[in-house]
């Protein structure tokens, strides 16, 4: 893939947000679904945006007669984790700890979330704690 996840325009990821609703869609679904009220050109703005996130390798593309069908090829999850390791790279010298107890400090967490982040420390010093699935 050789991409990182910093590497994606905020359009970019729109259209990875429906693609990930629907799990695959035609540059009309995706048209209609970003721009109700678009005509044409925001159809080749999204089939523009739908070939820079092919060539970037975060979307394939599957011929379905004179149609083409577009899925996501990078779950949300591996997305997430290339942006904060590029955050993390880029802001506290590949250090993911400062990352994340930022972003604890700041949150506004509800008690259901501060559950889950004990549970994740405890697998964490438990030693059972793999790469997370789900999130996707």
Known sequence: MGRNGSEITDTELAVLRQLWRREEATIRELTDALYPDGGHAHYATVQSLLDRLQSKHFVDREKDGRVNRYRASVSRAELA??????????????????LLTHLVDSADLQPKEVTALRELVEQLDDGGLGRRKGDD
């Open 81 to 98: 984790g290339r942006r904060l390791r590029a955050t993390a790279d880029a802001l506290f010298d590949g250090a993911m700890a400062p």
